[in-house]
Protein backbone atom coordinates (compact mmCIF):
# COMPACT_ATOMS: atom_id res chain seq x y z
CA UNK A 1 0.00 0.00 0.00
CA UNK A 2 1.02 3.45 -0.49
CA UNK A 3 0.05 6.45 0.65
CA UNK A 4 -2.49 6.80 3.66
CA UNK A 5 -5.20 4.21 4.42
CA UNK A 6 -8.35 5.31 6.79
CA UNK A 7 -10.21 2.82 8.50
CA UNK A 8 -13.42 2.66 9.02
CA UNK A 9 -14.97 3.70 5.59
CA UNK A 10 -17.93 4.45 6.98
CA UNK A 11 -19.68 3.84 10.46
CA UNK A 12 -22.91 4.67 12.34
CA UNK A 13 -22.48 4.99 15.87
CA UNK A 14 -24.91 5.68 18.71
CA UNK A 15 -24.68 9.24 21.02
CA UNK A 16 -22.23 8.20 23.75
CA UNK A 17 -20.62 5.89 22.01
CA UNK A 18 -16.37 5.91 22.49
CA UNK A 19 -15.09 6.00 18.74
CA UNK A 20 -11.29 5.57 17.35
CA UNK A 21 -10.89 6.46 13.85
CA UNK A 22 -7.61 4.92 12.50
CA UNK A 23 -5.15 6.62 9.92
CA UNK A 24 -1.97 4.83 8.36
CA UNK A 25 0.45 6.07 6.61
CA UNK A 26 3.65 4.78 5.18
CA UNK A 27 5.42 7.33 3.56
CA UNK A 28 7.54 8.20 6.44
CA UNK A 29 6.18 11.44 6.59
CA UNK A 30 6.91 13.64 9.57
CA UNK A 31 3.34 15.48 9.82
CA UNK A 32 -0.06 14.11 10.01
CA UNK A 33 -3.41 16.19 10.51
CA UNK A 34 -6.70 14.88 10.85
CA UNK A 35 -9.71 17.40 9.50
CA UNK A 36 -13.55 17.13 9.16
CA UNK A 37 -15.56 18.35 6.19
CA UNK A 38 -18.88 19.82 6.37
CA UNK A 39 -21.11 21.10 3.87
CA UNK A 40 -21.11 24.68 3.83
CA UNK A 41 -18.24 24.48 6.48
CA UNK A 42 -15.72 23.08 4.04
CA UNK A 43 -12.74 21.22 5.89
CA UNK A 44 -11.81 22.19 9.23
CA UNK A 45 -8.51 21.08 11.22
CA UNK A 46 -9.15 19.17 14.45
CA UNK A 47 -5.39 18.54 15.77
CA UNK A 48 -2.44 17.74 13.80
CA UNK A 49 0.93 16.07 14.60
CA UNK A 50 4.28 17.61 13.40
CA UNK A 51 6.63 14.97 14.25
CA UNK A 52 6.38 11.69 16.27
CA UNK A 53 5.55 12.46 19.85
CA UNK A 54 4.13 15.25 19.78
CA UNK A 55 0.24 16.56 18.46
CA UNK A 56 -1.41 20.22 18.37
CA UNK A 57 -5.20 21.22 18.59
CA UNK A 58 -6.52 22.47 15.49
CA UNK A 59 -9.73 25.09 14.78
CA UNK A 60 -12.47 22.57 16.26
CA UNK A 61 -10.24 20.08 18.42
CA UNK A 62 -13.50 19.86 21.20
CA UNK A 63 -14.77 16.56 21.93
CA UNK A 64 -11.68 15.08 20.17
CA UNK A 65 -8.24 13.30 21.10
CA UNK A 66 -5.24 12.16 18.78
CA UNK A 67 -1.87 10.44 19.38
CA UNK A 68 0.68 9.97 17.63
CA UNK A 69 2.89 6.98 19.25
CA UNK A 70 4.79 6.24 16.11
CA UNK A 71 5.77 8.26 12.79
CA UNK A 72 2.99 6.14 10.53
CA UNK A 73 -0.03 6.17 13.13
CA UNK A 74 -2.05 8.89 13.89
CA UNK A 75 -5.81 7.81 15.30
CA UNK A 76 -8.35 10.00 16.50
CA UNK A 77 -10.86 9.36 18.93
CA UNK A 78 -14.10 10.49 20.33
CA UNK A 79 -14.80 9.83 23.87
CA UNK A 80 -18.39 10.28 24.10
CA UNK A 81 -19.84 10.74 21.02
CA UNK A 82 -22.61 13.58 19.77
CA UNK A 83 -24.54 13.93 17.01
CA UNK A 84 -22.76 17.29 15.62
CA UNK A 85 -19.50 15.15 15.55
CA UNK A 86 -21.50 13.03 12.10
CA UNK A 87 -19.49 14.33 9.55
CA UNK A 88 -16.36 12.93 6.82
CA UNK A 89 -13.46 12.83 8.43
CA UNK A 90 -9.85 13.26 6.43
CA UNK A 91 -6.33 11.87 7.58
CA UNK A 92 -3.48 13.47 5.72
CA UNK A 93 0.37 13.93 6.03
CA UNK A 94 2.89 15.38 4.42
CA UNK A 95 6.41 15.19 4.38
CA UNK A 96 7.59 18.72 6.36
CA UNK A 97 4.91 20.61 8.29
CA UNK A 98 2.78 22.87 5.96
CA UNK A 99 4.11 21.40 3.25
CA UNK A 100 1.57 19.13 0.20
CA UNK A 101 -0.55 17.18 2.17
CA UNK A 102 -1.87 13.91 0.72
CA UNK A 103 -5.09 12.90 1.79
CA UNK A 104 -7.05 9.38 2.77
CA UNK A 105 -10.33 8.48 0.98
CA UNK A 106 -12.29 9.21 4.08
CA UNK A 107 -14.05 8.19 7.05
CA UNK A 108 -17.90 8.99 6.79
CA UNK A 109 -19.58 9.17 11.07
CA UNK A 110 -23.02 9.16 11.72
CA UNK A 111 -23.44 10.04 15.40
CA UNK A 112 -27.13 9.15 15.59
CA UNK B 1 -8.29 36.14 13.15
CA UNK B 2 -7.76 35.21 9.38
CA UNK B 3 -9.82 34.33 6.96
CA UNK B 4 -10.13 32.43 3.41
CA UNK B 5 -12.62 32.96 1.07
CA UNK B 6 -13.52 31.44 -2.42
CA UNK B 7 -16.11 34.06 -3.78
CA UNK B 8 -18.06 31.56 -5.48
CA UNK B 9 -19.40 28.33 -4.46
CA UNK B 10 -20.57 27.10 -7.73
CA UNK B 11 -19.14 28.25 -11.48
CA UNK B 12 -20.29 27.07 -14.75
CA UNK B 13 -18.58 26.88 -17.49
CA UNK B 14 -19.03 25.68 -20.99
CA UNK B 15 -16.13 22.97 -22.56
CA UNK B 16 -13.01 24.52 -24.32
CA UNK B 17 -13.69 27.91 -21.99
CA UNK B 18 -11.34 29.15 -19.61
CA UNK B 19 -12.36 28.61 -15.76
CA UNK B 20 -11.18 31.25 -13.10
CA UNK B 21 -11.49 30.62 -9.11
CA UNK B 22 -10.54 33.09 -6.72
CA UNK B 23 -9.16 32.67 -3.35
CA UNK B 24 -8.94 35.54 -0.84
CA UNK B 25 -7.50 36.26 2.46
CA UNK B 26 -7.70 38.46 5.59
CA UNK B 27 -5.02 38.67 8.29
CA UNK B 28 -2.36 37.36 7.28
CA UNK B 29 0.83 37.12 5.19
CA UNK B 30 1.03 33.46 4.33
CA UNK B 31 4.56 32.31 2.43
CA UNK B 32 2.70 30.43 0.34
CA UNK B 33 -0.75 29.23 -0.71
CA UNK B 34 -1.95 25.81 -2.76
CA UNK B 35 -4.79 24.19 -4.63
CA UNK B 36 -6.42 21.20 -4.50
CA UNK B 37 -8.96 19.68 -6.65
CA UNK B 38 -11.57 17.24 -4.71
CA UNK B 39 -14.08 14.64 -6.71
CA UNK B 40 -16.99 13.36 -4.88
CA UNK B 41 -16.42 10.89 -2.24
CA UNK B 42 -12.61 11.56 -2.44
CA UNK B 43 -10.19 13.13 -0.23
CA UNK B 44 -8.74 16.21 -1.91
CA UNK B 45 -5.72 15.92 -4.09
CA UNK B 46 -2.66 18.76 -4.29
CA UNK B 47 -2.32 20.62 -7.64
CA UNK B 48 0.10 23.39 -7.13
CA UNK B 49 2.21 25.57 -4.63
CA UNK B 50 2.80 28.92 -5.11
CA UNK B 51 5.26 31.11 -3.22
CA UNK B 52 4.73 35.02 -1.82
CA UNK B 53 8.13 35.82 -4.18
CA UNK B 54 6.21 34.02 -7.42
CA UNK B 55 3.74 36.01 -9.28
CA UNK B 56 2.84 32.87 -11.57
CA UNK B 57 3.03 29.62 -11.92
CA UNK B 58 1.80 27.13 -14.54
CA UNK B 59 1.49 23.03 -15.21
CA UNK B 60 -0.07 21.77 -18.43
CA UNK B 61 -3.86 23.52 -18.33
CA UNK B 62 -3.72 25.21 -14.64
CA UNK B 63 -1.51 28.38 -13.90
CA UNK B 64 -2.11 29.76 -10.71
CA UNK B 65 -1.48 33.88 -9.26
CA UNK B 66 -0.49 35.15 -6.44
CA UNK B 67 -0.92 38.87 -5.89
CA UNK B 68 0.38 39.66 -1.93
CA UNK B 69 -0.75 43.10 -2.25
CA UNK B 70 -4.56 42.14 -3.26
CA UNK B 71 -4.25 39.14 -1.09
CA UNK B 72 -5.79 37.69 -3.51
CA UNK B 73 -4.75 33.91 -5.18
CA UNK B 74 -6.50 33.48 -9.01
CA UNK B 75 -6.39 29.80 -10.29
CA UNK B 76 -7.04 28.88 -14.23
CA UNK B 77 -8.54 26.08 -16.00
CA UNK B 78 -7.53 26.90 -19.79
CA UNK B 79 -9.32 24.87 -22.74
CA UNK B 80 -11.79 23.12 -20.12
CA UNK B 81 -12.97 19.74 -20.11
CA UNK B 82 -16.10 17.86 -18.96
CA UNK B 83 -13.39 16.16 -16.63
CA UNK B 84 -11.93 19.02 -14.87
CA UNK B 85 -15.79 19.52 -13.20
CA UNK B 86 -14.62 19.12 -9.13
CA UNK B 87 -14.18 21.11 -6.12
CA UNK B 88 -11.00 23.33 -6.14
CA UNK B 89 -9.70 23.92 -2.47
CA UNK B 90 -7.27 26.89 -1.97
CA UNK B 91 -5.00 26.44 1.42
CA UNK B 92 -2.79 28.49 3.57
CA UNK B 93 -0.71 27.78 6.48
CA UNK B 94 -2.10 28.96 9.86
CA UNK B 95 -0.97 31.69 11.70
CA UNK B 96 0.66 29.40 14.10
CA UNK B 97 2.65 27.84 11.31
CA UNK B 98 1.67 24.29 12.11
CA UNK B 99 -0.91 23.25 9.98
CA UNK B 100 -2.76 24.45 6.54
CA UNK B 101 -6.29 25.96 6.74
CA UNK B 102 -8.35 25.23 3.83
CA UNK B 103 -10.83 27.74 1.96
CA UNK B 104 -14.48 26.35 1.52
CA UNK B 105 -13.71 25.51 -2.29
CA UNK B 106 -15.88 26.49 -5.56
CA UNK B 107 -17.43 23.69 -7.41
CA UNK B 108 -16.62 23.88 -10.92
CA UNK B 109 -19.09 22.02 -13.47
CA UNK B 110 -17.64 22.03 -17.25
CA UNK B 111 -20.31 21.13 -20.02
CA UNK B 112 -19.81 19.83 -23.34
Known amino acids: IAGITQAPTSQILAAGRRMTLRCTQD?????MYWYRQDLGLGLRLIHY???????GKGEVPDGYSVSRANTDDFPLTLASAVPSQTSVYFC???????????FGEGSRLTVL | SQKIEQNSEALNIQEGKTATLTCNYT??????LQWYRQDPGRGPVFLLL?????KEKRKERLKVTFDTTLKQSLFHITASQPADSATYLC???????????FGKGTTLSVSS
Open chain 2, 91 to 101: ALINQAGTALI
Open chain 2, 50 to 54: IRENE
Open chain 2, 27 to 32: NYSPAY
Open chain 1, 27 to 31: MRHNA
Open chain 1, 49 to 55: SNTAGTT
Open chain 1, 92 to 102: ASSLEPTGELF
